[in-house]
């Protein structure tokens, strides 16, 4: 497995983590992806859309066993396990992955603001278009940030010197984790009939490493 660079990002509360996906599971995340497309016996089996929030075209669970022979869970894991050692001095025992699913988002689609369940979450980039997009007033582009496509991570409130969101405009084979309990949403965009296609995850680790408030 190649090497991987990761960097921590702390602009709010909440620590996020940034990691590059190997391109080998990067590759088999979208063999496997094309092949359930290709399937609708499967696609229908693995269908998960009623489980999440997203206006979008299609959202299915990945198969456990795929999750574990793709080296999709050891790299999750992996990540998780560093993460958490940089953040807190302690080494995590167990990491229970509940589910793990892809969203493909096409154009004018988008995922509204929610959080996930479980203690870890986290989402990354299959695929992305080869244009997003700009804003429809011109007038715009030079003012402020377009963020069709972007995966916005929100907390608390605007503060002095203290921004409520981080804005992430995906990238092939990038991965950020966050604690579950992170509210966040993605934009649409506009101007393609590409895929935006992503991938997430929900996790528990050790509950006294999890509960910062101790025995209730």
Known sequence: MEEVQYKVIKRFGPSVFKIKIPNEIVEKLNSYVDKVIEDKEKQKKLDFGNNLVGDVTQEFILE????????????????????????????????????????????????????HSGHISGAGFLKVPSSLGSHTQKSKTDQMNYLGGNLQLINGSKMFLSPSTINIEPKIGEMYFFPAYLMHCVYPFKNSNEERRSISFNASIDENIFNVYGKS
């Open 64 to 115: 456990p066993e795929f999750i574990k022979s793709s080296g999709w869970l050891e790299f999750l894991g992996t990540c998780v396990k560093k993460w958490i050692e940089l953040e807190t001095n302690k080494s995590i025992t167990k990491f229970n992955i509940q589910n793990s699913w892809v969203v493909r988002q096409f154009e004018n689609e988008y995922n509204p603001i929610h959080y």
